[in-house]
């Protein structure tokens, strides 16, 4: 227990020590979409610790929060849903690092005066911060990498998580802090925080899963189409809470057909094929084309029974907008859009497609089947096999309607909305999904430069960029919280914490003025040029009788 007047808190290890801990299942609850599913589980099978905000939301043991102001903003709701209280021993303030030491600001905030007083106020090493304990600090671009760092190094061995997803969205039950704390700390998408986890899960030998299994979707598409790409991830997650994975299936390694007739209609037809076995030949798994957007929740689609078939599709009669008379279609009438099943919306189970795409190229070279009969029958498959059961709303080829198209799909190479104008009846639409994902982050500006650099995209998108995209925050400090209800108490403290981090910055300028070159070549010449002159002096006796005794 470490104790600074009336201040009393205590180390994170002697903590898990003391309380056993380690050996329980804990649940990290974080703010992403998955959070609002929380009602499917029964949570008191876990140990539970909730990430900054969430314990507004919900009951935990422990509640993690690394930012003063963020227990300033919930101080109404951790006596009352939170056992402990785990901060760093520098905690954050306005989502930056300090020097202000946890004991030092006990006093300032009563929440924290109670939970030390009841021996409930637990710290650690935060990486950014100086150390004082005699474990490694804690590492981590977000909460939640931090906290399973933590976990790992205190030697627990089952971790999951809710709410802690990719993208860049809160649940709908914080979008309150939208402007406030989403994203702050500069990057475009939580997804960073995966490839941490993983690390911390081979480095402890720890077992790690999300409670909710994330849909799994690949897209194929070529670096070309990246920026529609980036709106339809963005469409997808907009309209969703459950967890999603989009895996960008680019410059795969696909072998090309010997006969011309049988190359595929853009560079990336053949990577669904690939898909069973990026999957791990393991659960399900949604196939999209990139020049899509989404309007109704994917976990409706994922949901779709098998019913015993290995991959399901829809099934269109319709000829498309655009594609009357075999317009738009430079290869010959029938070579990109056959009526009957449409193979450009997949579920598959890849627990049963044992697909290997060497074998399936072969069976062109071999002149096995066609390249129509491969991609519109997909004959490499039993007929009993395949499901003509996904509704063609999930496949809107050339139209949308308000309320019933689930899934649209510019299947009209030439009037894609992002290449030009000339698509008068979904262009709109396309561009309004574009604004939103741009303003939400979802599309990095630097992305759709080097497309419009390249003339893969019209010039104009990167214009209506910059109008829309999040303004930087040029400030030092972050933008203050003036919700409705902040009262006089909670700005006093405020300033305070101000005036305390300009104090210790200040004083690490003089500390660092101080010991500069420049300062004591000053303070010695012209400042105490006596006592300089007389140490060099002393120096040069000193030197002196060396050599006479020498």
């Given amino acids: ?47 539970t610790i909730s990430l900054n905000h969430v ?31 785990l901060m760093p021993f520098h905690p954050h303030v306005y989502c930056r690092a300090s020097e202000l030491s946890l004991p030092d600001i006990i006093p300032t905030l009563p929440v924290l005066q109670r ?19 005699s474990h490694p600090a804690a590492r981590g671009t977000f909460s939640a990498s931090v906290v399973v760092r933590l976990l790992g190094q205190l030697g627990v061995k089952s971790v999951r998580t809710l709410g802690v997803d990719g993208g860049s969205n809160y649940s709908q039950q914080f979008q309150y802090l939208n402007e406030k704390t989403l994203l702050v700390n500069g990057h475009s998408s939580f997804d960073v925080q995966f490839k941490e986890i993983s690390e911390t899960r081979e480095k ?48 795969m390694p696909v072998p090309p057909p010997k006969a011309k007739k049988n190359r595929p209609g853009t560079g990336f037809s053949f990577n669904r094929f690939l898909i069973p076995k990026l999957a791990g030949y393991r659960g399900k798994a949604i196939y999209l084309d990139a020049d899509m957007l989404v309007f109704e929740d994917i976990e409706k689609l994922w949901n779709i029974p098998m019913d015993g078939k290995k991959v399901l599709c829809s ?44 074998e399936i190229v072969k069976g062109l070279d071999d002149e096995k089947y066609s390249y129509k009969e491969l991609m519109a029958k997909f004959c490499i498959l039993d007929e009993e096999d395949i499901g003509d059961t996904i509704p063609n709303e999930w496949n809107c080829l050339e139209w949308f309607e308000e309320g019933r198209s689930c899934l649209v799909h510019f299947t009209v190479v030439p009037t894609q909305p992002w290449k030009n104008d000339r698509n008068e009846h979904l262009g709109e639409v396309w561009t309004n999904a574009y604004k939103e994902a741009v303003a939400a982050g979802a599309v990095p500006m630097e992305l759709i430069q080097e497309l419009v650099d390249g003339k893969h995209i019209k010039p104009s998108l990167l214009e209506l960029a910059k109008e829309v995209a999040p303004k930087e ?53 012209i400042r105490r040029p006596f006592n300089f002159s007389l140490r060099v002096a002393r120096a040069g006796a000193r030197r002196i009788r060396h050599l006479v005794k020498g």
Wanted: aromatic content about 10%.
């Fill in 1 to 47: 227990m470490l104790k600074r007047g009336r201040a009393r808190v205590k180390y994170v290890y002697d903590w898990f020590a003391d309380e056993g801990l380690a050996g329980a299942e804990w649940l990290v609850l974080g703010k992403g979409p998955s959070f609002s599913l929380r009602e499917r589980f029964d949570l008191r099978s876990f140990r």
């Fill in 55 to 85: 314990v507004e939301k919900q009951a935990v043991d422990v509640a993690h929060i690394i930012d003063l102001d963020v227990v300033d903003d919930c101080q109404g709701s951790l006596e009352d849903n939170a056992q402990w209280l």
């Fill in 115 to 133: 939970f030390s007083e009841r021996g409930r106020l637990i710290w650690y090493d935060l990486h950014t911060g100086k150390q004082h304990g």
């Fill in 204 to 251: 402890y030998g720890m077992s790690y899963e999300k409670l909710v299994e994330p849909i799994r979707i690949f897209v194929g598409c070529d670096d070309s189409q990246m920026v529609a790409g980036k709106v339809l991830e963005y469409s997808i997650r907009k309209h969703t809470n459950h967890p999603v994975e989009v895996f960008f299936m680019r410059n």
């Fill in 315 to 358: 099934s269109q009669t319709e000829i498309p907008k655009g594609w009357e008379g075999g317009k738009n279609n430079d290869l010959g009438p029938g070579r990109y859009w056959t009526p009957g099943r449409q193979m450009s919306v997949m579920l598959m189970d890849c627990d049963r497609l044992d697909w290997d795409i060497d």
């Fill in 473 to 525: 925050n040029k400030t030092e400090t972050p933008v203050r919280d003036h919700r409705q209800g902040t009262d006089e108490a909670s700005e006093l403290r405020r300033m305070l914490w101000d005036t305390m981090i300009s104090d210790y910055t200040h004083r690490r300028e003089l500390s660092r003025i101080s010991s500069s070159v420049g300062w004591t070549l000053e303070n010695n010449l």
